[in-house]
């Protein structure tokens, strides 16, 4: 581990997260804002750590998350934010090749998940995301009529997260409702239906950082209320955000 030690921040998924590297993702945004930026403006610090597996559901999180979360690690994560839903949503068409996860058992899973995350330590902080909304019409075009993927399907399994999170006091971002806001949804947040595009990640880094902003936590987590990394060093640094 190189120095000083930074608030760890891992980002736990599926493609959802596994994708959010990439050029305008939304795990990019994330990173871009936590990184020190030598210039007359600095920002504070926090190492973004991405854990995502395309095709993933809650199932397989759950067979492997002591492995990625070790109980036992000298350094726990800050704040981990999970994604699981939108492969489980599938239809089960076909059963042995679908990814889907019965919603009783979604829902058990994603209830382990959270306490697990919520046990590494005192000052692990949890944001579970919503299954965001999808376009049929364009799923359709793309992956023919017998799709399994569908809008209302995410629905049902975002609403579900989200009591979930609400019973366990854990906190969520509803984006199925919220990406729907937007009046363009349907043609500038989605590159196939369901991927994010860059305009659908803005949405997803923008109500992160509200939720951060929000949160009463000690200590913050929101960009602008942490310190900044070897202040004075360079002429050019500044506390001033």
């Not at 590297?21 to 994330?30: E, K, N, T, V």
């Not at 919220?178 to 994010?196: A, R, S, V």
């Not at 951060?212 to 936590?217: G, P, Q, S, T, V």
Request: with cysteine.
């Amino acid at each position: 581990m190189v120095g000083p030690r930074r608030p760890q921040f891992v980002l736990f998924g599926s493609s959802i997260v596994q994708k959010s590297f990439g050029d305008g993702g939304w795990g990019a945004i994330l990173a871009d804002t936590y990184t020190r930026k030598q210039t007359v403006f600095t920002v504070p610090n926090a190492d973004i750590v991405m854990r995502g597996y395309g095709g993933w559901n809650s199932r397989n999180a759950l067979q492997v998350l002591d492995q990625i979360f070790p109980k036992d690690a000298a350094v726990q994560p800050s704040l981990v934010i999970t994604y699981f839903g939108g492969n489980d949503s599938m239809k089960p068409i076909p059963a042995e090749l679908s990814p889907h996860v019965p919603l009783p058992e979604f829902i058990e899973n994603m209830k382990k998940i959270a306490t697990h995350l919520k046990s590494l330590s005192e000052k692990t902080r949890v944001i579970f995301l919503g299954v965001p909304p999808a376009n049929d019409e364009m799923i359709i075009q793309l992956y023919g009529e017998h799709a399994a993927r569908s809008n209302e399907g995410g629905r049902i399994y975002s609403e579900a997260t989200l009591k979930l999170c609400q019973e366990l006091e854990v906190k969520a971002i509803d984006l199925w409702t919220i990406m729907q806001q937007k009046n363009d949804w349907m043609t500038t947040c989605f590159t196939d239906g369901f991927h994010l595009a860059s305009e659908g990640s803005k949405i997803v880094a923008k109500e992160i950082m509200r939720a951060l902003e929000e949160a009463e936590w000690e200590p913050s987590l929101y960009s602008e209320l942490m310190p900044s990394e070897f202040v004075g060093i360079s002429p050019f640094d500044s506390e001033d955000n």
